[in-house]
Structures are given as structure tokens and as C-alpha cells.
């Protein structure tokens, strides 16, 4: 009996649009994130160092590739604004706390206009919502962005339960963050169906700790090659669009 359903955000609930948001070519054969020209903007705005943007560019990544060591490589959340401070930092900025604030509110506002909801989503979770328990349980590296996503789509009536990995600390495949959507519903695993587009973090993180698991292939562009090269435990089912989740949680429900 499924009476728990936990999503995943971005390209499971709603669209993150990454050909929006293509990386930028400054010069020949070099080129910069989409949000890097605004980032490098805002930190002459603010009384900071003048930097030529590619060496900004590549500051943003070194100071990236050395913090994830401790975070995201090993399951652990690194905050956008965490992120934002360490480079104010080396940029030796005098207001760290005020222009990694900044920052992440510039880089978020980019991320946030690129992302689009399918119209058939809302009606969806609506109809879900009368029978089962609904959470999001998603990695994303700025709650308030997330939070924002679910305003702004209508979805927050519907979701009993928001964990969102930088508000917990825990990135999925995690089993903790899996963990925290189980405790909140007060269900066993099993009675909890997890539904994401990544095999890794979505279908082996809550396969894990016992939940059942739905991959949505919809927005994955090849998934037959992502299966390929995928050696974790298969889904329990696939679906291409969340319009099939609600017949197959009948389904199971009756069988």
C-alpha cells in the first residue's frame, strides 16, 4: 500500500531549462558560466577588487573544486552562500557576509528565471494529495530559492513535507535525507513511493533505506544509455511523464 509519495524538484516537479542558460564565450575556445558576468559585476559594484572576468572565472572554480572536497564529494551540502563567502574571501573583499549575500541572490535570480512548471504538474499533486502523504525531498544548494520554486508553482499546500539538502546538511544518494522524509511521514519505507530523474541519487538513495522508487525519464535524454552505465539497483518503474503516477499508484493500491 503506497500512502507516502516523496518528489524530487528540479526536472521532476519542475524544469530547470539548462539550454536557457548555456555557458557564455568570452574569447575564442574560452567561455564562462551564465551567471559569472553578473557574479563579476556585482563584485566591482561593491568596492571589490578589479579582476579580468576569466581569472574571476577561474577563481569561482578553484575555490569550488577545494570546498567540495569536505561537502559534496562526500554526501554533504555545500551552500551557495557558503560558496559566495569563501570567494568574497579570497577576493579580499571587506564585507564577506554582505557580497556572498549578494552573490547568491544574484546567481539565484538567474537560476530562478530559467526554471518553468508543466502546466499538467499542479492538477496532478492535487489529486495525489486527497489519498497520500506528499514531500519534496530534493538537493539543491539554497533553500530559499528552492522554497521560492514551490510558491511560485502552487505546490506548497500539497507538500505535508519540504526537505531541501541545504536545509538538512545531506545531499541524496544520502540515506539521511531519505531518513528525514520517512520520520516526517510517520510511514514505513515501503509504503513510500520515491519519484526523481536520477538514478544515482534518486532510485539507489531511497532503494537504499527500503522505499520504492519510480524514475521519471521525461526531461533525461537518453535513458537507455543512462541505464548502460548505471550499476546501482534498478528502478521499481519507470514512467516518462508524472500524467502516469497517479494510474499507477491506483494500481498498486488495488493489486
Known sequence: MIRGIAFDLFDTLVDQNHERL?????????RIGPTTPALHALISE?????IPILEFAELQKEVDRAMRVD????????SSLDRFAALASRLGCDDVLGIAQALTDAHMGVLL???????????ILTSLAVDHALALCSNFSHGPTARAVLRA??????LTT??????????KPRPEIFETVVESFGLLPDEILHVGDRLQADVAGAAAIGMRTVWLTRRVANPEREMERYDGPRPDFALEDLADLPVLVARLNVS
Open 162 to 171: 519540504v526537505v531541501i539538502s541545504e536545509e538538512v546538511g545531506i545531499r
Open 22 to 30: 548555456p555557458p557564455i564565450e568570452v574569447e575564442p575556445g574560452r
Open 153 to 158: 508553482a502552487g505546490f506548497e499546500d500539497q
Open 46 to 50: 561593491r568596492g571589490g577588487p578589479s
Open 71 to 78: 561537502t559534496t564529494d562526500v554526501g554533504f551540502e555545500l
Open 113 to 123: 528565471d530559467a526554471v518553468s512548471v508543466p502546466d499538467h504538474h499542479a492538477p
